[in-house]
């Protein structure tokens, strides 16, 4: 690491801790009156979250897809762990952030042989189904969903999240603003 790179990263760090303190100090005096002095106590941990958040990887595409194929292999993790990874092949119909081209998902769980792996963070895909994938790169360059299971939010025949009155409209409203 350079140490302009640990330079900019101190800088971004300090930006942050000084605005979430600036969110507290300001919202404070509101929870104290409504909420009473022990959520207002709580309320500083604001600051080590916003720091904490500004560390996790970038979300790299957005694309709304329909699944093409899943398959699933055995693959060692970083821990030597050897665990069922299924892989969803994606047709992108929609790119709301980064480029349009098809994709392939990797994602924890699936069935291999009879064995089934099911991983209580991530939903499994099936052939046909249609979702807003936010996706990044794992590790060894691959495309994972963003936040786990968060980086997959499934849709129905008529744009809108299951058991949600979010639409696909909604989705891309909020993926817009935040370009």
């Not at 694309?63 to 292999?73: I, M, Q, R, W, Y």
């Not at 699936?110 to 991983?119: A, F, N, P």
């Not at 994938?133 to 936040?147: Q, S």
């Not at 499934?154 to 935040?178: E, I, Y």
């Amino acid at each position: 690491m350079t140490v302009e790179a640990l330079l900019a990263g101190l800088v971004r760090t300090n930006v942050i801790a000084s605005l979430a303190i600036l969110l507290v100090l300001l919202l404070r005096p509101f929870v104290l009156r409504w909420l009473g002095a022990s959520v207002a106590y709580w309320l500083w941990l604001v600051v080590p979250l916003a720091v904490a958040a500004s560390f996790l990887p970038p979300r790299e595409r957005v694309v709304v897809a329909s699944v093409d194929d899943v398959t699933a292999t055995y693959e060692s993790n970083a821990f030597g762990d050897r665990l069922i990874v299924s892989h969803a092949r994606l047709r992108v119909e929609e790119a709301l952030k980064g480029p349009a081209d098809p994709m392939t998902l990797d994602y924890e769980g699936g069935t291999v042989d009879g064995v089934t792996l099911h991983v209580s963070s991530l939903p499994a895909l099936a052939r046909g189904e249609r979702a807003v994938f936010f996706v990044a790169r794992g590790a060894r360059g691959e495309f994972t969903p963003h936040l786990r299971g968060q980086g997959i939010v499934k849709l129905d025949a008529t744009d809108h999240v299951p058991h949600s009155s979010l639409t696909l409209d909604d989705v891309r409203r909020m993926v817009g603003q935040s370009r």
